[in-house]
């Protein structure tokens, strides 16, 4: 059999980063974002830390553009209903990449011709590419929590279009405001690289739930970190925290709102009415699985 030559091409990904409004954050004591500091950190990744060992890559890239890479008006979806976006600061990661290898089989045996072989494992592995930036970019709200918003992700094949996918968005800056007025311990900034080199362990993007109890509460996370419809956010986003904290906190299947308030003192200290609140979680996310219970907000 002929061996195809490599092909090699150019991949962008645009990452729409949401500023700060100049009022969103004026009564915050404890969450100051900085934007320049966090896309300073992200400069300093190179092709070898995003793990692209399916294909050759090289040439990492990463750059603020002054404007738009599309001309389409930037609408956002909510509540079914298609609005304006608000204003952001537009990141472009790029990279070259070599394929070699073009086997692509069908269901029924039948050659496909090369041109198509060759289009398909080019989306594949631009595919592959946008799934390390954002797992970044979910690296990037564990080191600096609320910081690094962001819309759908494009990504750009040359300078065709392929396709959006989920940007990586939460409200992490409201939980480090909530954590300092409780006075537990302070949400620290970390390094960005080493969040993403630690993160690397676990793949918590895969399609499963993790393979370890770190995994699973990072795979949980990165389902708190996408974007849902209003209706049902609230309920979704318990499901998935819990889903975290018993994975980190609890053992086995048994007293786990014991083993949660145990372990979260020794943490967080005491806290009057705690235990209660964890309670309530549980009884909240118990009725949501009977259609025939009336939810009641915890």
């Known amino acids: 059999m002929t061996k195809e030559p490599p ?7 645009i990452v729409p980063i949401l ?3 100049g009022f969103e ?3 915050f004591k404890h969450f100051e974002p900085s934007l320049d500091s966090a896309i300073s950190e992200l400069t300093l990744l190179t092709t070898s830390d995003l793990h692209l060992t399916e294909y050759k890559a090289e040439k990492l890239g990463l750059r603020v553009r002054k404007g738009s890479k599309s001309r389409k008006r930037r609408t956002v979806t909510i509540g079914g209903h298609k609005l304006p976006r608000r204003r952001c600061v537009e990141l472009e990661w790029s990279v070259e990449l070599t394929l070699t290898d073009f086997r692509v089989e069908r269901n029924d045996g039948k050659p496909i011709p090369l041109s198509e072989r060759v289009a398909l494992c080019a989306q ?3 595919e592959g590419f946008a799934h390390a930036v954002t797992s970044i970019l979910v690296a990037s709200q564990i080191a600096k929590p609320g910081v690094l918003r962001t819309y759908e ?3 750009w094949l040359g300078k065709r279009f392929l396709k959006t996918t989920e940007g990586v968005f939460g409200s992490f800056g409201e939980i480090v405001e909530f954590a300092g007025e409780k006075a537990w311990p302070n949400i620290e900034s970390l390094s960005i690289k080493q969040v993403w080199q630690w993160m690397c362990f676990f793949d918590p993007l895969s399609g499963n739930l993790g393979q370890s109890e770190i995994g699973r509460a990072l795979n949980a996370l990165t389902h708190l970190l996408s974007e849902k419809p209003i209706e049902g956010r609230e309920l979704v986003d318990l499901m998935w925290a819990m889903i975290g904290l018993e994975a ?5 299947t048994t007293d786990l709102t014991y083993q949660l308030v145990e372990k979260a003192r020794v943490l967080l200290g005491q806290s009057a009415g705690f235990e209660n609140s964890v309670k309530e979680m549980y009884r909240f996310r118990s009725a949501s699985t009977n259609r025939q219970a009336k939810l009641e907000k915890p």
């Open 7 to 13: 092909v090699t091409f150019q991949v962008s990904v």
């Open 124 to 126: 594949v592995a631009s």
């Open 25 to 27: 954050y004026n009564w």
């Open 19 to 21: 500023e700060p409004l």
């Open 248 to 252: 980190l906190y609890g053992r086995g």
């Open 153 to 155: 992700l494009e990504i």
